[in-house]
């Protein structure tokens, strides 16, 4: 019985000393490090749709050619009605702070010069890129 005891015993003290290797914890993602790359990453999406979206759109449908927008780095600004309104991007969407309320968009741009505008209150709305104002 005492030989059973010993055996056990150096089985027991070898299973600990396999398990114990002396290293530090592995270097694994904690679920905060996980939210701060996430954040990261997200803010750089967003800081990279808002550069794309910055000039002056005009619509596709009942084209005049005449400026229908100009999204600065902080507004919307609508020449028709002369009045500016806040935007704040939110991952792939923009949501506009206007007088009485706030509505938000999905966003798309292909290529450099096309803008859509998914959802609100009106549908979608596909706008060009202005680069020649047309005079009044």
């Not at 009605?81 to 999905?106: C, P, Q």
Request: charged content about 20%; proline content about 1%.
């Amino acid at each position: 019985m005492k030989t059973y005891k010993v055996i056990l015993f150096n089985i027991i003290a070898l299973t600990f000393a396999a398990c114990n290797s002396g290293q530090k914890q592995s270097n694994t993602d904690t679920l905060g490090d996980t939210i701060q790359a996430y954040a990261k990453t997200t803010d750089t999406v967003k800081s990279d749709l808002a550069h794309k979206m910055l000039g002056a759109w005009s619509a596709i449908k009942g084209d005049t050619g005449k400026v229908t927008f100009i999204i600065t780095d902080t507004t919307f600004f609508y020449p028709a009605t002369n009045i500016n309104h806040r935007y704040e991007v939110l991952g792939d969407s923009v949501k506009i702070h206007f007088n009485n309320f706030a509505d938000t968009f999905g966003v798309e741009i292909n290529g450099t010069d096309t803008l859509r505008l998914t959802g609100g209150e009106d549908g979608p709305g596909i706008y060009k890129r202005v680069t020649k104002v047309l005079a009044e």
